[in-house]
């Protein structure tokens, strides 16, 4: 079983930034792919990015690509993501994830965080 805790979110200007960690509970940290998914109102639980067990291979969603970065310190057990040049498109829960399963396009997710709510105002 793997514990996953978010921080980091809360509400920015669009054009802002805001990091978000994700600290995991597991001494096998480094054996899992981790990534972020986002659930804005209304809508379904979407991919946003991944990083690999290493640290040397990400995966992004189109929509964050070239403004969202995911890393990982596997020492710390904890994976980051930076949020920069933020949309009001961007605002929804951020949820962290622990997976076994990682593809060029996203990842699969064994198990997940409580959550991180970010805001973007215009």
């Known amino acids: 079983q793997v514990q996953l805790v978010e921080s980091g979110g809360g509400l920015a200007q669009a054009g802002g930034s805001l990091r978000l960690s994700c600290a995991a509970s597991?001494?096998?940290?480094?054996?899992?792919?981790m990534g972020w998914f986002r659930q804005a109102p209304g809508k379904e639980r979407k991919f946003v990015a991944a990083?690999?067990?290493?640290?040397?291979?990400?995966v992004y969603a189109d929509s964050v690509k070239g403004r969202f970065t995911i890393s990982r310190d596997n020492a710390k057990s904890t994976v980051y993501l930076q949020m920069n040049s933020l949309k009001p498109e961007d605002t929804a829960v951020y949820y962290c994830?622990?997976?076994?399963?990682?593809?060029?396009?996203?990842?699969?997710?064994?198990?997940w965080g409580q959550g991180t709510q970010v805001t973007v105002s215009s």
């Open positions: 994830a622990a997976g076994r399963y990682m593809t060029g396009q996203a990842m699969g997710a064994d198990y």
């Open positions: 990083i690999n067990w290493s640290g040397g291979n990400t």
């Open positions: 597991q001494r096998t940290f480094s054996s899992y792919h």
